[in-house]
């Protein structure tokens, strides 16, 4: 009651292929599968970017402690 049925997604699918045909589905399989391919390069691309390239940007506070008592 109210859940989805392995036969309601067997009868979907079933419809989805007859209304647009195997080699519809094919290209639009493969143009997702570009779509993702060239966005998780696009991430990769930026969090090279983002990475400082030395560490002395990086300041160590152990170095500059003030011991004033």
Do not use: C, H
């Not at 989805?4 to 647009?20: E, K, P």
């Not at 195997?22 to 391919?37: C, Y």
């Not at 983002?50 to 300041?59: A, R």
């Amino acid at each position: 009651m109210g859940g989805i049925g392995i036969w309601q997604l067997i009868i979907v699918l079933v419809i989805v292929l007859l209304l647009f045909g195997t080699k519809r589905l094919r290209n639009l399989g493969g143009d997702l599968g570009g779509a993702i391919k060239g966005f998780k390069g696009a991430i990769k691309e930026g969090e090279t970017k983002d990475e400082p390239k030395n560490d002395k940007s990086v300041i160590d506070d152990s170095s500059q402690t003030n011991d004033k008592k």
